[in-house]
């Protein structure tokens, strides 16, 4: 996983550019050779207006458009050059940050509860990098210059320097009235557009059950008053930044003309020339412009410091694996020790001390009425919720010590809620390794008992099964989301509910495919509620509101809890011949 050094998010674009030093040095040059070249109007004017018309010279002034041609088509050049570099600089934010925020939409999900969509960072990376590549970040290197064509000003005289300076202090001060203005708008802004997105993304995934229920207007009312919110508050943080920035282009103007006044009364009073009315208000301009900028920008500054807050934020928790030594394959024993497992940002534990192991050629089924800890089990199982306490060890070694990406190799897993990626059915079993091999797909399809069924469709296996499945029925999705939870052997099988939308040739193939984890000397872990996903299992495990009430040999254990017995009444339990009553 890639590291990312940290920076106070509080000078946003000092602490993005302070860790990218050489493009940041490159652009500091650039731009003050453009600072410098824009110069090019008030020394042409300079020139005209004080050489060129009281001399009448024509070859002075054809001279004088040749440089100042040259100069402003080397402004130009630089210009495109610095916009370049920006690009380049938010391409490059982009880089360091991507592998992170992938591995937080694939890790946070079971490490806390995520709000709105979960995909706020993604969008976060997004309006760093637009920020970054477009030409707010400018007004950053061309601001410390306005000191220098503020001292130019006075060097043509006093009081050009002066009104200079007083509308320079009056344009910083509606800038730091931008940043106290827009400052809670744009955090109000993230919160509620991912609220809104988050909304759109659930009614879409469900707009059948919606369709077929009629409640689509209950949805609707919804989305009506959180889209109400969030273009309440877009008008008031546009309107904040936008009063400020034609405040200040008007600022501008009236200090343009202002500066003309003053520089026409001096020229009265004989104490500066035209050339220097003219110039000074150029200039002036010019000075002001990055201020202008800064304040037409500012809503897009406040929205990507907080995204550049937050994903420093994601950083500073995501785990940094970095592992010297990588453990062998595991080959013998899985373990649960003592385990506590509870969901995502909660401390009270769903399951309370659960132990046993399983040796290779092992498979367990885990029985016990809803709500009892049975998903949650699974979930610890293969390291989707880190435990409160207690461990799972394979081959003693905890799945803490593991590092990520090289556990699943040896982990096959099928959710009860099966979710299939939009893509091939060949991609989905290889689990989207670029280097899958046809005969390893098709063994993974095989040992599912779902070789035949794929090779009916018209592209076998490069069927597309469209987002989550869709182009699938039930069945079929959950018998090749099984071929997934085999491919390439895994040491680890668990399977939650996996018969659950199977008929009776998916149940046969189920049952083949616990043995085939068994004789190659994996250990397969069942959730059922249905009897026929017992049928290859040697061993029972009983759940009872997230406590272990019996574990031991299918035949023992469910000659147990058949007879009377101080174990809970709560408790449904399945036979190869049906449910037993309570």
């Known amino acids: ?325 990588s453990l062998p394959d595991p080959a013998s024993v899985l373990r649960v020790e003592n385990l506590y497992l509870g969901p995502p940002g909660s401390k009270v534990p769903f399951v309370r001390g659960v132990s046993f192991e399983l040796r290779a050629g092992e498979a367990v089924g885990i029985i016990g009425p809803s709500a009892c800890g049975k998903s949650s089990l699974a979930r610890g199982l293969v390291r989707l919720w880190i435990p409160v306490g207690g461990s799972v060890r394979l081959d003693g070694a905890s799945l803490s010590q593991w590092d990520p990406r090289a556990l699943g190799k040896h982990v096959g897993y099928l959710p009860q809620d099966v979710s299939l990626l939009e893509g091939s059915i060949a991609e989905n079993i290889a689990r989207f390794d670029p280097n899958a091999s046809s005969e390893k797909i098709i063994a993974a399809a095989k040992a599912a008992g779902v070789y035949e069924m794929i090779v009916q469709f018209p592209d076998g296996f490069e069927t597309r099964i469209g987002e989550q499945g869709s182009a699938l029925s039930g069945g079929q999705r959950q018998r090749i989301a099984l071929a997934r939870a085999l491919y390439g052997d895994p040491f680890l099988v668990v399977l939650d509910e996996p018969n659950s939308n199977l008929d009776a040739d998916g149940d046969a193939a189920l049952s083949r495919a616990i043995s085939g984890v068994r004789e190659r000397g994996g250990v397969a872990v069942i959730i059922a509620h249905r009897p026929s996903a017992l049928a290859a299992v040697d061993k029972v495990l009983v759940l009872a509101n997230g406590q272990m009430q019996a574990f031991g040999p299918k035949d023992e254990v469910l000659g147990k809890i058949t007879q009377p017995s101080p174990m809970p009444q709560s408790i449904r339990l399945m036979t190869a011949g049906g449910e037993i009553a309570q």
């Open 1 to 325: 996983m890639s590291k990312v050094i940290a920076k106070p998010p509080q000078i946003f674009l000092v602490a993005v550019l302070s860790s990218l030093q050489k493009a940041a040095l490159g652009i500091g040059v650039t731009s003050a050779v453009i600072n410098l070249l824009a110069l090019t109007g008030s020394f042409f004017m300079l020139q005209v207006y004080d050489r060129v018309i009281p001399g009448r010279s024509l070859p002075t002034l054809v001279g004088l458009a040749i440089v100042a041609a040259t100069l402003y088509a080397f402004l130009g050049i630089l210009e495109f050059i610095r916009s370049m570099l920006l690009v380049r600089v938010g391409m490059s934010v982009d880089e360091r940050f991507g592998g992170a925020v992938h591995d937080s939409l694939v890790l946070f999900p079971s490490r806390t509860q995520p709000s709105g969509d979960g995909l706020q960072s993604l969008r976060d990376l997004d309006t760093v990098r637009g920020f970054l590549s477009g030409p707010g970040p400018t007004a950053l290197f061309d601001l410390p210059w306005m000191p220098f064509y503020l001292c130019l000003c006075f060097l043509f005289h006093f009081w050009i320097g002066v009104t200079a300076l007083a509308g320079a202090l009056l344009l910083v001060g509606l800038t730091v009235l931008a940043e106290f203005k827009s400052r809670r708008p744009a955090k109000e802004a993230a919160a509620i557009a991912s609220e809104r997105t988050a909304l759109a993304e659930m009614t879409r995934r469900n707009s059948e059950a919606v369709l077929a229920m009629g409640f689509g207007q209950a949805l609707g009312d919804r989305w009506n008053e959180v889209n109400r919110r969030y273009l309440t508050n877009h008008l008031r943080s546009t309107s904040v930044t936008g009063g400020l920035a034609t405040l200040s282009k008007i600022l501008r103007m009236l200090l343009q003309s202002a500066v003309l006044a003053v520089g026409a009364t001096l020229v009265i009073r004989q104490e500066a020339t035209g050339g220097i009315m003219i110039a000074s208000s150029i200039l002036v301009s010019r000075a002001l412009a990055p201020v202008e900028l800064a304040i037409g920008h500012w809503k897009g500054f406040s929205a990507a410091r907080g995204s550049w807050s937050r994903l420093l934020r994601l950083t500073e928790i995501m785990p940094i694996d970095e592992r010297e030594v």
